[in-house]
């Protein structure tokens, strides 16, 4: 089983400022089938990136995904007031399909 | 527009059972694989089991192997979870998902509101 490890455990910031997220995998992620996800209180969670770096359908610019292998990297260039949440990393390659533990990005 | 509805959670004693069921309506579910994910309150998500499209394949989480089943009817376009055999660690919030693709590779794309089941005494 793949574990993913995220860090930091809680961001932070203030609106405009940018946030940085960590996303390791205890073994390579095969093809880069790495994918990011936003949740807020109450809410499902919601695709952001996919493929290590492909944005989902609507999700704006500001968001941003990198890296390969083992080390991963969600950007947000410029938090807005709705970007304040829980942003999860997750493993689709490899059975069974895990997640990371989680980032709070919390307004500063 | 794809839409993904669960019911059937609820509060139920060790040792009980529940089904889930996942309406479906705005895609040919019959082309999809769908998957179940749960979220235990104030925690992370977990995968807990996964469906192809036409029911002949199924795979499941180690800690609920052998006491969750996943089935789908593709005429009703149902999905559905029996949990047999429930503990309080299995208490969540159970999400049906379907991928971006119908491909076995995809992330989770579509997500319904969630069913809360409660596993207490």
């Known amino acids: 089983e793949i574990v993913l490890t995220q860090s930091p455990g809680t961001l932070s910031l203030s609106p405009g400022e940018r946030a940085t997220l960590s996303c390791r995998a205890s073994?390579?992620?095969?093809?880069?089938?790495l994918a990011w996800y936003q949740q807020k209180p109450g809410q499902a969670p919601r695709l952001l990136i996919y493929g290590a770096s492909s944005r989902a359908t609507d999700i704006p610019d500001r968001f941003s995904g990198s890296g390969s292998g083992t080390d991963f990297t969600l950007t947000i260039s410029r938090l807005e007031p709705e970007d304040f949440a829980v942003y999860y990393c997750q493993q689709y390659g490899s059975s069974p399909w895990t997640f990371g533990q989680g980032t709070k990005v919390e307004i500063k | 527009e794809v839409k993904l509805v669960e019911s059937g959670g609820d509060l139920v004693q060790p040792g009980g059972s529940l089904r889930l069921s996942c309406a479906a309506s705005?895609?040919?579910?019959?082309?999809?694989?769908m998957y179940w994910v749960r979220q235990a309150p104030g925690k992370g998500l977990v995968w807990v089991s996964r469906?192809?499209?036409?029911?002949?394949?199924?795979s499941y989480a180690d800690s609920v192997r052998g006491r969750f089943t996943i089935s789908r009817d593709n005429a009703k376009n149902m999905l559905y979870l029996q949990m047999n055999s429930l503990r309080a660690e299995d208490t969540a919030v159970y999400y049906c998902?379907?991928?971006?693709?119908?491909?076995?590779?995809?992330?989770?794309?579509?997500w319904g509101q969630g069913s809360l089941v409660t596993v207490s005494s």
């Open positions: 705005g895609f040919t579910f019959s082309s999809y694989w």
């Open positions: 469906v192809n499209s036409d029911g002949s394949f199924t």
């Open positions: 998902v379907r991928g971006v693709t119908m491909a076995t590779i995809t992330p989770f794309y579509h």
């Open positions: 073994q390579s992620v095969g093809s880069n089938y």
